[in-house]
């Protein structure tokens, strides 16, 4: 399949979505300027929109998910100040560590619970008491979507208000939160309610080539700007890529409940085929649990179909935009043929 890469179906991510011919349109449309003296009339115009959307004074354009919680979690905490964070949220596991690198900030890291939520108690437990022995507890970070599964309203409004009232500020890794917020069948603002800053991609499910979207009050945007630029993410004629960013927030957030169906079409289809293990997804992600000794031979058939997955006995399936329910039924065909006549 070599350069023909434009043919993959590939649900390793939803990172991988391309934008199409609209987006496109908007993009090459879009008027510029410098970005870093504030001159770029889309960027201003998907901050503007952003911030309305997510009910905050101000929001500001990244250049990714990993910067924006970044400067987030440096607006929040200083040198010596701890954040709350999930065992498994992308923050504290898959940002390389940044926080603690360039922030000194240290994560006290709290187990998750099997849905996704840390558990109140574990919370409370956490917050150290004012101690010079002590890292002095700043913010607590939650993620929606984690993993895929939604966070419910009642445990959000209970983990902010015990944050709150214990003197935490609260950041919301939101890279997910239009998914939370479409499943829930609630507004974006609703989703994001108790939150005093939320990181937003834009170039996962919502299909933006590039960028991230973080929101909060003027003050705090005004010294996340002061951070972007020390981390290099100041950018100059910017408008096209925020262009696309706008288009995704305009026509791709209510669109997601397709990739929420497709999703679990493929695991009732998978979950068919004798051999496999599959999760009910709740939002785009899916799981499916099979025997290590498939994977290698499973893998091979897929490639031969031009079907790319991060390919593993616990095998992580994400729809999005680019692809079909035909192309999953092409997937499902794949799974089912090589379970029915391999001996693994
Ligand atoms: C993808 C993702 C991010 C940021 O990712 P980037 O690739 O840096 O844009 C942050 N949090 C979660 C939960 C994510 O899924």
Redesign the pocket.
Known sequence: MSGMTEQWLDLR?D?VTRPGAAMREAMQAAPVGDDVYGDDPSVNRLQDYAAELFGYEAALFAP??????LICLLVHCGRGDEYLVGQE???YR??AGGAAVLGSIQPQPILNQSEGSIALADIAAQIKPDDFHFARTKLLAL?N??GGRVLGADYLAQATALAHSRGLATHL?G??ICNAAVKQGVSLRAAVAGFDSV?V?L??GLGAPVG?LLCGSNPFIAQAKRWRKMLGGGMRQAGGLAAAGLYALEHNVARLADDHANAAFLAQALGRISGLSVSTPQTNILYVDMPAAACAGLNAALKAEGIRVSMGPHLRLVTHLDASRADLQRLVDVFAHYFKTSQA
Do not use: P
């Not at 990714?64 to 919680?69: K, L, V």
């Open positions: 991510s990172t990714s998910g990993t910067q924006s919680n949220a992308h923050t898959y940002e993620e979507t984690i890794d890279a997910r990181s991609c170039s996962k991230s």
